[in-house]
Nanobody, 125 residues
Framework: QLQLVESGGGLVQSGGSLRLSCAAS????????IGWFRQAPGKEREGVSC????????NYADSVKGRFTISRDNAKNAVYLQMNSLKPEDTAVYYC??????????????????WGQGTQVTVSS
């Protein structure tokens, strides 16, 4: 069974940092682009960042550029989202998701079809 599990969420003050992890089980991430998404209460889910299967391509939402960094360690079958300079508007449930690609590509609009259960990030002002 293909599973993604997020961890690393929590409560942090404005300006603080968190590092989210996305671990895969039941499959190897080598052949998958991974995206991070978030959903705040009463809002639609939005794409935050993605990374291609070999890490050669990354994309970020404008709202997080310069503050968030996505990375991956295929040997550990994991993807990370380093979040710095957090703002109250970053408060949301964060999800990672996977989509299979033969090429080294990622896009926030790709048809991600394996999702984790989410981890809560709360940024206090």
């Amino acid at each position: 069974q293909l599973q993604l599990v997020e961890s690393g969420g929590g409560l942090v003050q404005s300006g603080g940092s968190l590092r989210l992890s996305c671990a895969a089980s039941g499959f190897t991430l080598d052949y998958y682009a991974i995206g991070w998404f978030r959903q705040a209460p009463g809002k639609e889910r939005e794409g935050v960042s993605c990374i291609s299967r070999r890490g050669g391509i990354t994309n970020y939402a404008d709202s997080v550029k310069g503050r968030f960094t996505i990375s991956r360690d295929n040997a550990k079958n994991a993807v990370y989202l380093q979040m710095n300079s957090l703002k109250p508007e970053d408060t949301a449930v964060y999800y990672c998701a996977a989509v299979h690609y033969y090429t080294d590509y990622c896009g926030l609009g790709s048809p991600y079809n394996t999702w984790g259960q989410g981890t809560q990030v709360t940024v206090s002002s």
